[in-house]
């Protein structure tokens, strides 16, 4: 059960692609509220609005409708300086990871820019040790990889980085947009293990957004699940999994018939 304090909440959000015809409401009348230490799984089917809703909470779309509140004040997005210190707080994780990247940096450039966003002033050995540290903390070795471009690297090299680079920046709110997506199921458990490590060593609130309601149920405190745009059903993870209340869910839940044998529930 949380009982931390609200970090970031959002009230009768929408998100309209288009107009006429074209009319697109991708996220529709969405309210919900985060909370320090939190790991909240958005799940639902493909098209249902998830990676447009994590975008809209980064501040990279603009809302058509609803408000955000950040540590308790509305979000302000206006300056450049606003955004900086919102972005310092809140990182993403998209589903590819190539578009998180610049793929002119090698690796050791690309962990170099978070210590430099952090305006840390650090000699050369710490600089060393500090990207060798995060490397280590998702498995990677530094010395293989500094001197590579990100299309040197598997998939799931590349998505470890990703999380190398968060653990460098620890931000306030992680949103992980199918972090697993590129990699087999024995990685996948290691990344959502380093999510979890993330959140409980740094209090980091995540929201990991996925299809796999056997994914959900596994890592989040708080599950959501979106359809069509909407907010169908919400609450304690084992409440909306193990005692679904909307049909949506239901159904969702019995396209994993195994949910209680794989996460051994008995
Ligand atoms: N930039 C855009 N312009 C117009 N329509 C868009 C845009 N981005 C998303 N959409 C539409 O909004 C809806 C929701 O898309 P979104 O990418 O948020 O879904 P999703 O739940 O993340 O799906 P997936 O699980 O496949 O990643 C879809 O109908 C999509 O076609
Ligand atoms: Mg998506």
């Known amino acids: 059960m949380i009982r931390n304090k609200v970090l970031i909440s959002g009230t009768h959000m929408s998100k309209v692609f288009g107009y006429g015809l074209n009319k697109t409401t991708a996220v529709n009348d969405v309210s919900f509220k985060f909370h320090e230490g939190e790991i909240i799984s958005i ?43 919102y972005w310092k707080d809140i990182q993403a994780i998209f589903q590819d990871p190539f578009s998180s990247f610049n793929i ?42 500094y001197n590579k471009y990100p299309f040197e690297l598997s998939g799931g ?15 306030k709110v992680l949103i992980a ?53 909407k907010i169908v059903e919400s609450g304690n993870a084992e409440k909306v999994i193990l005692n679904p209340q909307h049909k949506y869910t239901q159904q969702l839940i019995s396209d994993v018939p195994k949910i209680h044998e794989a996460w051994n529930l008995g």
């Open 43 to 85: 799940v639902g089917e493909s098209g249902s609005g998830k990676t447009t809703l994590a975008k809209v909470i980064m501040g990279l779309l603009k809302e058509t409708n609803g408000e955000i509140e950040y540590k308790g004040k509305p979000r302000k997005l206006k300056s450049h300086r606003d955004r900086k210190e």
């Open 104 to 145: 002119f940096h090698k690796v050791d450039k690309l962990l170099m820019d978070c210590i430099k966003l952090q305006g840390l002033k650090l000699s050369k050995d710490e600089q060393f040790l500090k990207m060798k540290e995060a490397c280590s903390f998702v498995n990677l070795k530094f010395e293989e990889l």
């Open 157 to 171: 090299q590349m998505q470890r980085l990703m999380i190398a680079r968060i653990f460098m920046m620890h931000p």
């Open 177 to 229: 947009d199918e972090p697993t997506s590129m990699v087999d199921a024995c990685s996948r458990s290691t990344i959502l293990d380093m999510l979890m490590k993330l959140r409980n060593e740094n209090n980091m609130t995540i929201i990991f957004i996925t299809h796999d309601v056997g994914l959900a149920y596994y890592v989040s405190d708080t599950i959501y699940i979106m359809e069509k745009g």
